[in-house]
C-alpha cells in the first residue's frame, strides 16, 4: 500500500501538467506527451517560472516555454530529452545557462527550458574537480566561469582562456566559441577542451574528445546547442599569475591602432608559457561620459583633454595590453612593457598604465541586469583584408553619422590558426582576422533604432563585398545560416540528422526549427 500511495502525486503531477496547458489558451500550448513523472519535483509551470525563461539579457525576444526544468542531476536532462525523443510529435528543449543569450538563443517557445541553475545550485561542491598530474580541470557544464576561476586560483592555477564576463556558463560559451584578448594566443575557448559530456537529442548521455565519439566533440564546439547540452567538460589549466601589468594606448589614427595590434600578437602570439599575453582594442565615441567607457582608469585631469580629442576627430580608437607576471619577474615585465611602447609606429595620443592582481584584471567587466534595458548586440567577425573599408564605411559613416551607440565598441584580431576547423564555429577564411562587437545599451521600448544600425551595418558589408561571419549568429532564414556556415553547412547538417534528428534542442536559434 505504501509503494502505492507513493505514485499518487506523481499522477496528480502529469494530470495537473496536462490540465494547465490545456485550460490556458493564448499563452502556451499544452506538450504533446506528459513528462516522466520522476521529474515532477523539478518540473516548473508556475508563471514565475515560466516569466524567467521568456527573456534574456537582450531582452528584444520574448517567448513563453510550456514548463521550466530545474534539474538535480544529469539524469533529468537525460529524461527530459528522451520523453520528447520518444513522443509522437516532439517539443523544443533549451539549455539556459545564465540567461545572457541577447537575440533569444536559449528560449522554446511552447516547449521545455533546462535552467541549468538548477543543476549548478545542488551540485556546486562536486562538479568542479581539479587534477594536477595530468593537469585539468572537469567542470560540470552548468558552472559559471568565476567559479571556476575561483576554485582553481586555490591551487594556483587557471584555464587558460578566458571570455570578458565571467558570469557566463561553461556550455554556454563552448556552444558558441568564447573570445577575449587571450584568444590570440591561446584560441577561443573552444580550443582549450580535452573532453565532454552531452546529452544528445535521443537522451543518451555520451562522452566524446578528439580520439573519442569525435564527431559528437567537434559538433559540440561552437555548435550552438544543436546537437547536445554540454553538462561536463575537460578543460585546460596553466598557473594563475599573482599580478598583471595593463595598459591603455588611446590613438587618433586607424591604421596605427591596428598596425600596433597586429606588432603586439604577432610577437606574443607564440610565446612559450601559459602567462596572459592579453589584447583588446575597443572605440571611445562622442556618446557619453567618460566613465561610461569600458576601460576607466584615466587620470582626472585628463578626461577633459580626452574629450576634446574625442569631439575632434569622432572617435579615438583604444588598444588595451597586459602582462601576467610573478613577483620575480616584475621588472622583466615592466622593461618588455616599455619596449613596445617605444616600439609603437607611431605616438599615441595617451598612454596609461596600472598594476592589477590577477583576479581584479579577470573580473574587470562586470554587467548588472536591468530589467528597464534592452542590448540588441551585434558581434562580427571581419577578414583583416577589409578592415580599412570597415572603419570608413561602418564606424566613420554608419555608426559616427547616426550618434545613437551607447555602450562598448570592440575591435581587436585574432589568428585563424588558433582555431580547429573540424569545429562548428564559422570563422573568416583569412590567417588574421577582426572581431567588431557593438555592445549596445537602450531603453526597453527603443531597441529597435539599434537593430535597425545593426541591419545597416549588415548590408554595407554584403553590398561591399565584406564577408563578415557573425559570432553569436543570429539569421532569420535557412538561406542565411547555409550562407553563415558556408562550407562547414553540410557536415552541420548531417551531424544535425546524426545527433538530433528529430529537431528537439535549442530551437530559439532557429537554425532547423522556427521557433
Known amino acids: 500500500m505504501a509503494c502505492r500511495n507513493s505514485l499518487i502525486p506523481r499522477v496528480i503531477f502529469v494530470s495537473l501538467f496536462i490540465t494547465l496547458f490545456t485550460s490556458t489558451p493564448g499563452k502556451t500550448e ?4 506528459p513528462l516522466p513523472p520522476e521529474l515532477a519535483d523539478r518540473v516548473h509551470v508556475d508563471p514565475a517560472a515560466i516569466e524567467s525563461a521568456s527573456t534574456d539579457y537582450g531582452n528584444t525576444v520574448h517567448n513563453k516555454p510550456a ?3 530545474y534539474p538535480s542531476s544529469v539524469q533529468d536532462i537525460s529524461s527530459l530529452i528522451e520523453a520528447s525523443f520518444t513522443c509522437s510529435t516532439p517539443f523544443g528543449i533549451s539549455a539556459r545557462g545564465n540567461g545572457h543569450s541577447t537575440h533569444g538563443q536559449d528560449m522554446a517557445n511552447n516547449g521545455v527550458v533546462v535552467d541549468m541553475k538548477g543543476l549548478r545550485e545542488q551540485k556546486k561542491r562536486d562538479r568542479i574537480f581539479i587534477s594536477k598530474r595530468p593537469l585539468f580541470a572537469d567542470v560540470g557544464g552548468e558552472q559559471l566561469w568565476i567559479d571556476v576561476l575561483n576554485a582553481t586560483v586555490k591551487e594556483g592555477l587557471a584555464p587558460v582562456s578566458w571570455t570578458d564576463f565571467l558570469e557566463l556558463s561553461v556550455g554556454g560559451t563552448l556552444s558558441n566559441a568564447g573570445i577575449s584578448g587571450q584568444t590570440f594566443r591561446f584560441g577561443p575557448q573552444i580550443s582549450n577542451v580535452y573532453e565532454l559530456d552531452v546529452v544528445t537529442g535521443k537522451g543518451e548521455l555520451v562522452t566524446c574528445s578528439a580520439n573519442n565519439n569525435s564527431e559528437l566533440f567537434y559538433g559540440v564546439l561552437g555548435g550552438l546547442g544543436q546537437f547536445g547540452i554540454i553538462t561536463r567538460a575537460r578543460i585546460a589549466l596553466g598557473l594563475a599569475f599573482k599580478r598583471v601589468l595593463w595598459a591603455q594606448i588611446l590613438y587618433s589614427n586607424f591604421s596605427a591602432f591596428t598596425i600596433d595590434q597586429e606588432h603586439f600578437i604577432a610577437s606574443h602570439g607564440r610565446r612559450p608559457g601559459n602567462d596572459i599575453s592579453y589584447l583588446e582594442g575597443g572605440l571611445v565615441l562622442d ?7 569600458r576601460t576607466f582608469f584615466f587620470p582626472p585631469a585628463d578626461l577633459p583633454k580626452i574629450s576634446s580629442l574625442v569631439k575632434q576627430h569622432g572617435i579615438i580608437y583604444s588598444l588595451e595590453i597586459a602582462r601576467s607576471y610573478e613577483d620575480l619577474t616584475e621588472k622583466t615585465v615592466e622593461k618588455e612593457m616599455k619596449q613596445f611602447i617605444k616600439g609603437l609606429s607611431s605616438v599615441p595620443e595617451y598612454i596609461y598604465q596600472k598594476n592589477v592582481s590577477f583576479e581584479e584584471f579577470l573580473t574587470r ?4 541586469v ?3 534595458e534592452s542590448h540588441p548586440w551585434l558581434n562580427l567577425f571581419i577578414p583583416k583584408s577589409v578592415i580599412s573599408d570597415f572603419d570608413s564605411g561602418v564606424f566613420r559613416d554608419i555608426v559616427l553619422k547616426r550618434n545613437i551607440t551607447t555602450g ?3 575591435f581587436y584580431p585574432m589568428f585563424r590558426n588558433k582555431w580547429d576547423d573540424r569545429m562548428s564555429a564559422a570563422i573568416p577564411d583569412e590567417d588574421i582576422f577582426y572581431t567588431a562587437g557593438l555592445l549596445y545599451t537602450s531603453g526597453i521600448n527603443d531597441w529597435q533604432v539599434y537593430e535597425d544600425q545593426n541591419k545597416a551595418i549588415l548590408e554595407f558589408c554584403d553590398k561591399a563585398g565584406i564577408n563578415v561571419k557573425q559570432y553569436l549568429p543570429n539569421h532569420a532564414t535557412k538561406n542565411e545560416w547555409i550562407k ?3 562550407s562547414k553547412w553540410t557536415d552541420f547538417e548531417q551531424r544535425k540528422a546524426l545527433f538530433d534528428p528529430k529537431m528537439i534542442l535549442s530551437p530559439g536559434q532557429r537554425i532547423f526549427n522556427n521557433n
Open 408 to 410: 562598448p565598441v570592440l
Open 370 to 372: 536591468q530589467k528597464n
Open 67 to 69: 514548463a521550466v526544468l
Open 30 to 33: 499544452p506538450l504533446a506527451c
Open 484 to 486: 553563415h556556415f558556408g
Open 287 to 293: 556618446n557619453g561620459t567618460p566613465n561610461t567607457w
Open 365 to 368: 567587466v562586470q554587467i548588472q
